[in-house]
């Protein structure tokens, strides 16, 4: 045989390739995943910044505008001062019957879950979604305790940047 005959021109036989959509699609998937990971990280790291430590949360006792009394020496209550007639009790002091209530009302599954209750949140986001407003909250009592204590601060934070900008514009 002369080397300018062909002596074989089969190519060689192409492996088709696996489901190469469910490969992109896992790929994407797990990238989606991570980025949602990481903008979760950038962000608990941006808004956590100036919110009360916990030794300062301990405080919300001493913090709180409660009732001034006033007691004789024999201890009989003669005055009570305040603007908002607010006075401390301890767990203990409060009927269960308040506890179960409020309970009741505000969180039915609050001992079922760890402060944020992810099917609540997925529930109420696609009524809201699926109606285009705001009909359905998803708030458990621990997540209104932490919008009470720490909104307040954030939006200060926000109100007086905001303000710092436009200063600055002007």
């Given amino acids: 045989m002369s080397p300018d005959s062909p002596t074989n021109t089969a190519q060689p036989v192409k492996k088709p390739r696996k489901n190469g959509l469910f490969t992109a699609f896992v790929v994407y998937f797990l990238l989606g995943q991570f ?10 790291n941006k808004l956590s910044v100036g919110l009360p430590s916990l ?3 301990e405080k919300i006792r001493e913090d709180q505008n409660l009732s001034t009394n006033i007691y004789s020496s024999d201890g009989v ?14 767990y203990n002091e409060i009927p269960q019957c308040m506890i179960d209530a409020v309970i009741a009302a505000e969180d039915s599954r609050f001992f079922k879950h760890w402060g944020v209750s ?5 529930r109420a986001a696609y009524v809201n979604i699926r ?3 705001i009909e359905q909250g998803a708030s458990t ?3 209104q305790l932490a919008r009470t204590l720490f909104l307040t601060t954030a939006l200060s934070h926000v109100y007086d940047h905001g303000h710092k900008i436009q200063d600055r514009r002007y």
């Avoid at 980025?35 to 608990?44: D, K, P, S």
């Avoid at 003669?78 to 006075?87: D, G, V």
């Avoid at 992810?118 to 997925?122: F, N, R, W």
């Fill in 35 to 44: 980025l949602i990971i990481a903008l979760a990280f950038i962000a608990y």
């Fill in 55 to 57: 030794e300062e949360l």
């Fill in 77 to 90: 209550l003669l005055r009570s001062l305040h603007r908002e007639k607010r006075f401390w009790v301890n």
């Fill in 118 to 122: 992810l099917p609540d949140i997925m």
């Fill in 131 to 133: 109606n285009i407003e």
């Fill in 141 to 143: 009592i621990t997540q």
